[in-house]
């Protein structure tokens, strides 16, 4: 191995170089902060696109947010609770529903909230009404 980042780096490395060298790989493929945090662009376009960049949230009245301002792209499943950047997990909310959402989830716990969470599904909210 000592040999190879020898090679690699063009010249003979110490073991310590060496180490660091492979310390530096690791970190740069594992650590988790060096992964991107925030949803893909390709996602969030897409995601833009099926919401027709339009706020998802259900009022009492069971209309739907016409806010198109302030947009958010929301995860339904939190990321605290393991919830990816998928198309599904994700949804778009202005930036009132998604703060009123999140302390929600705060107050109640993200068990308690997720079943009285209404969202337009994406095959619902491209039908004509
Ligand atoms: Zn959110
Ligand atoms: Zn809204």
Avoid at 9 to 16: N, P, V, W
Avoid at 27 to 49: C, G, N, Y
Avoid at 67 to 87: C, D, I, P, Q
């Amino acid at each position: 191995m000592k040999d190879l980042l020898s090679q690699k780096m063009g010249k003979a490395c110490t073991l310590e170089e060496a180490i660091s060298s492979m310390a530096d790989l690791f970190l740069k493929k594992e650590d988790p902060l060096q992964r991107k945090l925030v949803a893909r662009p390709s996602v969030k376009t897409q995601v833009a696109k099926r919401d027709v960049a339009q706020c998802t949230f259900i009022t009492s009245n069971g209309k739907r947010c016409t806010s198109r301002r302030w947009l958010h792209v929301h995860h339904k499943t939190l990321r605290a609770f393991g919830g990816a950047n998928t198309l599904e997990n994700l949804t778009t909310l202005c930036s009132n529903h998604h703060r009123y959402l999140h302390n929600r989830a705060e107050a109640e716990g993200e068990d308690h909230l997720r079943p009285r969470l209404t969202f337009i599904e994406p095959s619902r909210e491209l039908e004509p009404s």
